[in-house]
Protein backbone atom coordinates (compact mmCIF):
# COMPACT_ATOMS: atom_id res chain seq x y z
CA UNK A 1 0.00 0.00 0.00
CA UNK A 2 1.16 3.81 -0.96
CA UNK A 3 0.25 6.52 0.23
CA UNK A 4 1.17 9.97 -1.43
CA UNK A 5 -0.03 12.91 0.27
CA UNK A 6 1.51 15.97 -0.72
CA UNK A 7 3.68 17.41 -3.62
CA UNK A 8 5.87 20.21 -2.39
CA UNK A 9 8.24 22.70 -4.11
CA UNK A 10 6.98 21.15 -7.56
CA UNK A 11 8.19 23.45 -10.71
CA UNK A 12 5.72 25.19 -12.52
CA UNK A 13 5.28 24.13 -16.14
CA UNK A 14 2.61 26.21 -17.51
CA UNK A 15 4.00 29.21 -17.69
CA UNK A 16 0.95 31.43 -18.99
CA UNK A 17 -0.20 30.53 -15.12
CA UNK A 18 2.79 29.67 -13.50
CA UNK A 19 1.39 26.50 -12.43
CA UNK A 20 0.88 22.86 -12.89
CA UNK A 21 -2.07 20.36 -13.93
CA UNK A 22 -0.60 17.51 -11.80
CA UNK A 23 -1.46 13.87 -11.49
CA UNK A 24 0.40 10.54 -10.34
CA UNK A 25 1.33 7.74 -12.45
CA UNK A 26 2.37 4.89 -10.08
CA UNK A 27 4.11 1.93 -11.93
CA UNK A 28 4.58 -1.83 -10.13
CA UNK A 29 6.24 -4.26 -12.22
CA UNK A 30 3.36 -4.15 -15.14
CA UNK A 31 1.42 -2.98 -12.83
CA UNK A 32 0.19 0.70 -13.68
CA UNK A 33 -2.14 3.34 -12.31
CA UNK A 34 -2.43 6.86 -13.65
CA UNK A 35 -4.44 9.65 -12.06
CA UNK A 36 -4.58 11.34 -15.74
CA UNK A 37 -8.54 11.64 -15.54
CA UNK A 38 -8.13 13.99 -12.56
CA UNK A 39 -4.97 16.80 -12.85
CA UNK A 40 -4.92 18.72 -9.62
CA UNK A 41 -3.74 22.61 -10.47
CA UNK A 42 -0.90 23.07 -8.35
CA UNK A 43 -1.15 26.63 -6.16
CA UNK A 44 2.43 27.85 -5.29
CA UNK A 45 4.65 25.22 -6.19
CA UNK A 46 2.02 22.66 -3.45
CA UNK A 47 -0.59 20.32 -3.99
CA UNK A 48 -2.55 17.94 -2.14
CA UNK A 49 -2.89 14.33 -4.05
CA UNK A 50 -4.02 12.69 -0.83
CA UNK A 51 -3.90 9.30 -2.86
CA UNK A 52 -4.08 5.12 -1.79
CA UNK A 53 -2.69 3.25 -3.97
CA UNK A 54 -3.21 -0.94 -3.52
CA UNK A 55 -0.28 -2.56 -5.59
CA UNK A 56 0.49 -6.58 -4.97
CA UNK A 57 4.13 -7.46 -4.85
CA UNK A 58 6.12 -10.55 -4.59
CA UNK A 59 9.31 -10.09 -2.60
CA UNK A 60 11.64 -11.04 -3.59
CA UNK A 61 10.85 -9.92 -6.88
CA UNK A 62 9.98 -6.90 -8.96
CA UNK A 63 10.54 -4.05 -6.30
CA UNK A 64 10.89 -1.23 -8.21
CA UNK A 65 7.93 1.53 -7.67
CA UNK A 66 8.38 4.39 -9.62
CA UNK A 67 6.38 7.02 -9.31
CA UNK A 68 5.90 9.89 -11.92
CA UNK A 69 4.85 13.44 -11.53
CA UNK A 70 2.97 14.57 -14.98
CA UNK A 71 1.63 18.45 -15.97
CA UNK A 72 -1.76 17.84 -18.15
CA UNK A 73 -1.60 19.64 -21.14
CA UNK A 74 -4.61 20.01 -23.70
CA UNK A 75 -2.86 20.42 -26.68
CA UNK A 76 0.35 18.68 -26.16
CA UNK A 77 1.90 15.99 -24.84
CA UNK A 78 1.79 15.50 -21.10
CA UNK A 79 5.10 16.83 -19.45
CA UNK A 80 7.37 14.92 -16.72
CA UNK A 81 7.34 16.87 -14.25
CA UNK A 82 9.83 14.00 -12.44
CA UNK A 83 10.42 10.59 -10.79
CA UNK A 84 11.12 8.98 -7.25
CA UNK A 85 11.95 5.81 -7.22
CA UNK A 86 11.55 3.45 -4.03
CA UNK A 87 13.23 0.01 -4.10
CA UNK A 88 10.84 -2.24 -1.87
CA UNK A 89 12.91 -5.05 -1.31
CA UNK A 90 15.65 -3.30 -0.13
CA UNK A 91 12.92 -2.04 2.34
CA UNK A 92 11.78 -4.89 3.63
CA UNK A 93 14.54 -6.60 4.36
CA UNK A 94 15.98 -3.37 5.96
CA UNK A 95 16.15 -3.82 9.98
CA UNK A 96 15.44 -0.33 10.45
CA UNK A 97 11.47 -0.19 8.30
CA UNK A 98 10.68 -3.83 9.63
CA UNK A 99 11.25 -1.62 13.16
CA UNK A 100 8.56 0.97 11.45
CA UNK A 101 5.96 -1.82 10.85
CA UNK A 102 5.65 -2.39 14.58
CA UNK A 103 4.93 1.09 15.85
CA UNK A 104 1.71 2.51 15.91
CA UNK A 105 2.12 5.75 14.03
CA UNK A 106 2.84 5.20 10.26
CA UNK A 107 6.70 6.79 8.62
CA UNK A 108 5.86 9.99 6.63
CA UNK A 109 8.62 10.47 3.90
CA UNK A 110 9.89 12.98 2.03
CA UNK A 111 11.52 12.05 -1.72
CA UNK A 112 13.49 14.07 -3.98
CA UNK A 113 11.99 14.02 -7.81
CA UNK A 114 14.71 13.63 -10.16
CA UNK A 115 14.19 14.89 -13.72
CA UNK A 116 16.47 14.51 -16.96
CA UNK A 117 18.59 17.18 -16.03
CA UNK A 118 20.95 15.70 -13.47
CA UNK A 119 21.07 17.07 -9.92
CA UNK A 120 18.17 19.29 -10.60
CA UNK A 121 15.55 17.99 -7.85
CA UNK A 122 11.82 19.25 -9.24
CA UNK A 123 9.83 19.40 -6.30
CA UNK A 124 9.38 16.35 -3.47
CA UNK A 125 6.64 14.07 -2.46
CA UNK A 126 5.26 13.15 0.77
Known amino acids: RLYVLRG ?24 IVSGVDHPIVTRNGEVDFCKRYDLKAR ?14 DMLSFDDLIGTSIIQLEDRWFS ?5 FGKQERKVAERKAKQSDAPNLNRGDLK
Open 59 to 72: LPGTSRLKIDVYDK
Open 8 to 31: LHLTALDEDTNTSDAYLRVKLGNQ
Open 95 to 99: EEWQG
